[in-house]
């Protein structure tokens, strides 16, 4: 059994925060692991495991463990891996805005978070010193200001929600000044990683940013807890659409039943599955990256046996900031002059005409 203290519920998210293994030393106080070996990991990509989340954790090499625990496979070089495959850097006119697509941004607010993911497509920079100001918020929103074809900005990080309600608040309302703004969307993982962080209060207060959608990592069913579920349920009441975005991951989720059962619970606590995300080139992830096939199989099983609005559109990130596309299975088998062959779900085929 696990020595994990779960009498957190009454504590503030600040103090679960507070009380976060970052360290070896701690860590090897729950676990069997080797110090050394994850100091050598963490040096590098920061550790933080908040306690909620690690009352999650069932037994040590479990799909949640894999996705907090530091692991050597990070510090594995090859070199068609890169810190920044996907040129977000290149793309920031302003430090720590990504404006790819003509419609829309993605701000980095923050560069913190609840647990950091050691799958994580910007582990180059989450944790780590101060990159996020005072300073480069006023630059961003100072640059949304300026572009009148952004409609769109997505509050993301790091975690727009690890930032206080007071702080974000200022934030939401100089974005939704900004008369060409239409939508503001949050990427979070909080309602997933620390639950606790969410109430009527926060709910309250981004329902006053209407409309504001929300977008949340989730990767496993297990991370689907009643916490989760209420967390889910107050921003859902407080008329925030939610989306989910989960990452496809080796040893995770690369599985169509727990696919089909993470889709299923998802659609219960009101979060409509959004993207499929093929895990990106970033250095440091190698190991949780499965073949595209993996990913399309998924898909061919999903689709059929889940309801239409649970089904994700499977994406990958272009290198070089070319933008994200989906994959979708094979069913068209031939075109014809008169008849389209198709095959279906399960794989029968049909000639449907034209
Ligand atoms: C994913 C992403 C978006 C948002 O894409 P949607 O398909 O609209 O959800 C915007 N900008 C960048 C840089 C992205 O990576």
Not at 70 to 83: R, S
Not at 104 to 112: A, C, E, K
Request: aromatic residues 6%.
């Amino acid at each position: 059994m696990l020595k994990i203290d779960t009498s957190h519920h009454n504590e503030s998210w600040q103090d679960l925060l507070a009380e976060s293994i970052v360290t070896p030393e701690f860590l090897s106080g729950i676990f069997v692991i080797d110090k050394k070996a994850v100091k050598r990991v963490a040096d590098k990509y920061p550790m933080r495991i908040n306690p909620y989340f690690l009352s999650l954790i069932r037994t040590p090499g479990d799909p949640l463990w894999k996705q907090v625990i530091p692991d050597t496979a990070e510090l594995d070089q090859e070199i068609f891996l890169k810190p920044d495959p996907l040129g977000e850097e290149p793309q920031s006119p302003v430090p720590n805005l990504i404006h790819r697509y003509p419609d829309r941004v993605v701000f980095m607010v923050s560069n913190q978070c609840a647990v950091y993911c050691r799958h994580c497509m910007r582990k180059r920079r989450v944790g780590q010193g101060d990159m996020v100001s005072q300073n480069t918020i006023d630059q961003g929103i100072a640059y949304i200001r300026s572009t009148k074809a952004v409609r769109d900005v997505i509050l993301s990080g790091g975690d727009p929600l690890m930032l206080g309600n007071d702080r974000l608040e200022n934030i939401l309302s100089e974005i939704r000044n900004i008369s060409h703004v239409r939508i503001i969307r949050i990427h979070t993982r909080i309602p997933c990683a620390l639950p606790g962080r969410v109430d009527d209060v926060l709910a309250a207060m981004l329902g006053r940013f209407h409309p504001l959608y929300m977008n949340i990592q989730f990767n496993h069913p297990h991370e689907i807890t009643r916490e989760a579920a209420a967390a889910c349920a107050t921003l859902a009441d407080a008329g925030i659409p939610l989306g989910s975005q989960t990452v496809l991951l080796k040893g995770i989720n690369d599985n169509p039943e727990v696919m089909l059962n993470l889709m299923q619970r998802l659609l219960q606590i009101r979060v409509r599955p959004y993207y499929l995300h093929h895990a990106d080139p970033v250095e440091g992830t190698r190991h949780f990256r499965t073949a595209v096939e993996t990913g399309l199989k998924i898909m061919r099983h999903l689709r059929g046996r889940l309801s239409g609005i649970g089904v994700p559109q499977y994406m990958i990130d272009l290198p070089g900031g070319g933008g994200k596309i989906p994959l979708l299975p094979e069913y068209i088998l031939e075109t014809g002059p008169r008849t389209l062959k198709v095959k279906n779900f399960e794989g029968e085929v049909f000639t449907y005409p034209l």
